[in-house]
């Protein structure tokens, strides 16, 4: 009898696992294969009941978006001028921020054009006959500096024109400090160039409000620290004075600083209590009363018809003989505004380095090169002059 092909051949493992596998396997996956099925159409189910229920919230929400997404795409599509515009702007805040805006019904006057050159030419010292009312008191032919002067030496000509000039500008001093004593303040176009530390600082030039009582000082620089403002108050901000800095940093709130600590005094020989004319008259003043008291070991010069700043003036020079007679100054000189009386210029020079002579020791040994320009003296002073709320100066 011929036996079932497959009983001769067998089976292979392989098909037989497949189909054991089929036979006893199956059973129990097409339950959890039915759960499968039936849970990702019950999902779908669900999630169109959603959309059902929120889609009058998301039409809404889409209407409201739809305009911000024709503005993006459009913004996308102008991109070119977007940022023509951005560079436009970012511009306009760098200007804004660099320089400042011109303040209205200021009473400064924004000159801070090159201080004019000053040549003094030494000659024959002459005596003031001019604007300047020296008082009834002073007489040029006052007895104590007249003499015989048939029989003076031409050294000691020389010494009584010396000593007279300097009388002379001692006299000018002391008419210049009741001036300004009687002045509530004023206004002026002031210049600096001074020697701090060891260097020669550059010219600054700034517009400075000067009020006497109680002392007061505004300043806004126009060169250098371009829009640099300070204030100060005596016996306000608790003795500081406010700094207000320029250019970009001027969006930084104002400092408060020692006028005689290290960062005021930083770019300054002296400190701003000592600003103004007055004090500047009077530290002269007492100097050459000083000098008038030995009167030995320097030369003082006048020079009548000199000029500054368009402006006819008075020139003093005053040269010591070595550094004996002075270690502060090897040579001093200053100007005389000869209508308003007061000093408009001030240059002091000090004592060279070993081997330096001739036309460069000016040059090397300057110390101190101040000028007031522009001066108007003020019966009154605005009420927000020296305030700190005053919103001109933004401090």
């Known amino acids: 009898m011929q036996l079932p092909k497959i009983l001769t051949t067998g089976v292979p493992m392989s098909k037989l696992a497949s189909l054991l596998k089929a036979v006893v396997v199956f059973p129990f996956q097409f339950p959890a294969r039915l759960v499968k099925v039936i849970g990702k159409a019950a999902w779908k189910m669900v999630w169109k009941l959603v959309g059902l229920v929120f889609h009058p919230v998301t039409w809404a929400l889409g209407q409201a978006f739809r305009p911000v997404r024709f503005a993006y795409r459009g913004t996308l599509s102008q991109f070119p001028n977007v940022l023509a515009a951005s560079i436009a702007v970012i511009s306009f805040l760098f200007v804004t921020a660099n320089f400042g805006p011109a303040v209205a019904d200021a009473d400064l006057v924004d000159d801070s054009g090159a201080v004019p050159t000053v040549d003094l030419d030494f000659g024959e010292s002459v005596f003031p006959g001019g ?70 600082t550059d010219e600054q030039v700034m517009e400075v409000k000067i009020r006497h009582e109680p002392f007061s000082v505004y300043m806004k620089w126009t060169t250098g620290h371009k829009g640099r403002q300070v204030l100060y108050v005596d016996g306000e901000h608790k003795g500081r004075m406010l700094v207000k800095l320029g250019g970009w940093k001027k969006r930084l709130p104002a400092l408060k600083l020692d006028p005689s600590g290290s960062m005021a005094m930083k770019e300054s020989r002296y400190p701003i209590t000592k600003a103004g004319l007055l004090e500047l008259v009077r530290e002269s003043l007492a100097i050459r009363r000083g000098e008038m008291a030995k009167s030995e070991g320097l030369r003082c010069q006048l020079i009548e018809n000199h000029e500054f700043d368009g402006r006819p003036c008075y020139a003093f020079v005053v040269e010591y003989a070595d550094r004996s007679a ?40 300057l110390v101190e090169f101040y000028t007031y320009r522009n001066i108007k003296f003020q019966s009154e002073i605005a009420g927000g002059d020296f305030d700190r709320a005053n919103k001109a100066y933004r401090f």
């Open 131 to 200: 604007d300047v009312d020296l008082g009834e008191d002073v007489a040029l032919g006052t007895d104590g500096f007249s003499g015989d002067s048939g029989d003076e030496s031409t050294e000691t000509a020389a010494g009584g024109s010396s000593r007279m000039a300097l009388l002379m500008q001692v006299l000018m001093l002391e008419k210049a400090e009741a001036v300004l004593s009687a002045l509530p303040g004023y206004t002026t176009t002031f210049s600096k160039q001074e020697v701090v530390g060891d260097e020669l």
């Open 326 to 365: 002075s270690d502060r100054y090897r040579k001093s000189e200053m100007l005389f505004d000869r209508e308003l009386g007061v000093p408009v210029l001030v240059r002091n020079y000090g004592w060279p380095a070993e081997g330096v002579e001739g036309d460069a020791t000016d040059e090397s040994t």
